[in-house]
């Protein structure tokens, strides 16, 4: 049983929220108050464009940039707005391959949407009809006739148990149980479910009132939102280092899971409460590529535009004599970390996984089965694909927000993103040509302006150049050196 932890750091400009598994921080995220997230907000949206091309359409939901709804998720849009705000539950129909998206929506139609994932740069929210409404136990899925149970609770027994409960529900719509549900007797689940349902009813009358485009229901704030996610029966104790902040999830603990109450905890010193806690240190090793493995071995993370890529390697790791049985050991070790990583920095979309090549295929196979199995831990939804034989493994993270890293920090501005920038014989070779295309106009006396880094360079280890411009082509340069250039940055003048 893992000793879990969680931390919630609240001040006027951010709520920072942490949780630690066996003192390893697995989970982080940041609400800037001036960025909050809009995920789980339901809007009453209004479509402005319909695009058959790409069978979407955009949503204004009032954000200052519509929405984009794919028609996989506009299936259980009406055509009538009423029968979805005001009506009988209409019966769920996924959309088939032959539905096409002007076929469900029409431009100025209004709808029920909820966000499903922040907008980022350029591109608006995305946006779902198919709405669900979390609450401590359950989700309820007011417009999907189906029920469930969470993957991570694994007894079969239990997992009967609780669908039964859900199934004698004689709410429209469908149920699932949250990981938090598991163990959790049929009154405490009643009293979800009522919750949920009266929350619903809220929605549809708010949704009546407004006019498209409104916001009907605001989710709960980040805060709230972690204890009711993140506080199970399996974490600990709760830090809080707000008094307001810790007054305000006691209030919300006592009428929803009072046995948590006294886990909870307020952090009085005046340190920062991340900082403290080892938090924040933690947090600068995610922001770096290289993560090291205790063995010695080491992964390497790249997030790109398109893809996310881990690569595995042996770094220091010798192992025994026997080279397979080294792999099989450093690509099993990796794995843990691995998926780690994919929740501490919130990585999402494709992600491509080298690992060390292994010739045996049974050990293909264990290590794709302990992927496999170390991914049903991870709360975020993925899909894994069959490992190549050169040792690739791909898969998808569903991902609802910006990585740590997108969130915490930001493109260079010396570099620009790449990571890197030219060498400095690169530069030098450069400011040759483009003073010899100057010369050719005829001057003889050229001054060049450049960083002092080039410049040292240039008058030492390369001053073959300089030399040659000199003698061999009868040029006198003089060299000005200006700190404040890029180091790429060079001007040539007469």
Not at 192 to 216: C, F, M, N
Not at 442 to 461: D, V
Not at 471 to 476: A, F, V
């Amino acid at each position: 049983m893992s000793e879990t932890s969680l931390y919630l750091s609240v001040n006027p400009f951010e709520t920072r929220i942490a949780l630690r598994e066996n003192a390893r921080l697995v989970a982080y995220t940041t609400e800037r108050h001036r960025s909050s997230s809009v995920v789980g907000n339901l809007y009453k949206g209004r479509v402005t464009r319909v695009l058959p091309g790409m069978q979407a359409a955009f949503v204004d939901i009032g954000l200052g940039r519509d929405g984009f709804l794919y028609v996989r998720e506009a299936g259980a849009v009406a055509e009538d707005y009423n029968e979805i705000f005001l009506g009988e539950q209409a019966a769920f129909s996924p959309p088939s391959g032959d539905q096409a998206i002007d076929d469900l929506l029409r431009l100025g139609q209004e709808i029920l949407v909820s966000v499903v994932k922040d907008g980022l740069g350029t591109k608006g929210a995305r946006l779902s009809s198919y709405i669900s409404l979390p609450g401590r136990y359950l989700v309820y899925l007011p417009t999907v006739p189906q029920v469930g149970v969470s993957r991570r609770i694994m007894a079969e027994e239990e997992r009967l148990r609780l669908r039964a409960i859900i199934e004698g529900f004689q709410d429209p719509g469908g149920w699932i149980v949250r990981t938090a549900g598991e163990g959790v007797d049929p009154a405490r689940l009643e009293a979800d479910r009522a919750e949920l349902v009266a929350l619903w009813q809220k929605i549809r009358e708010a949704a009546d009132r407004s006019r498209a485009p409104a916001l009907v229901h605001r989710e709960l704030s980040p805060l709230l939102r972690a204890v009711r996610d993140l506080f199970t029966e399996g974490v600990r104790e709760c830090w809080i280092d707000d008094v307001e902040a810790f007054q305000e999830v006691l209030e919300f603990l006592e009428q929803r899971s009072p046995a948590l109450v006294p886990r909870v905890k307020l952090f009085r010193r005046s340190a920062d409460l991340m900082a403290a806690f080892g938090v924040d240190a933690e947090l600068e090793k995610a922001l770096r590529p290289k993560v090291w493995l205790k063995s010695g071995a080491y992964l390497v993370i790249n997030q790109t535009e398109a893809l996310v890529a881990i690569d595995v390697n042996t770094g220091r790791y010798v192992g025994s004599s026997n080279l397979e049985d080294t792999v099989l050991k450093i690509n099993l070790e990796a794995i843990r970390e691995i998926v780690r990583q994919l929740r501490l920095r919130d990585l999402g979309g494709i992600i491509v996984i080298d690992f060390i090549d292994m010739e045996d295929r049974d050990n293909r196979r264990t290590v794709y089965e302990a992927l496999a199995e170390e991914l049903r831990k991870d709360p975020a939804r993925s899909q894994l694909l069959p490992m190549s034989d050169i040792g690739l493994v791909q898969l998808t993270r569903k991902r609802t927000r910006p990585s740590l890293d997108r969130t915490l920090s930001r493109e260079c501005p010396y570099c620009h993103g790449t990571g890197r920038i030219k060498s400095l014989q690169t530069v030098c070779l450069e400011i040759r040509r483009e003073i010899l295309a100057v010369a050719e106009a005829g001057a003889r006396q050229l001054t060049l302006t450049l960083h002092p880094e080039i410049s040292h360079y240039l008058q030492g280890s390369f001053r073959d150049i300089l030399r040659e411009l000199e003698e061999i082509h009868g040029l006198e340069i003089i060299l000005r050196e200006n700190p404040l250039f890029h180091q790429e940055q060079f001007e040539v003048a007469e």
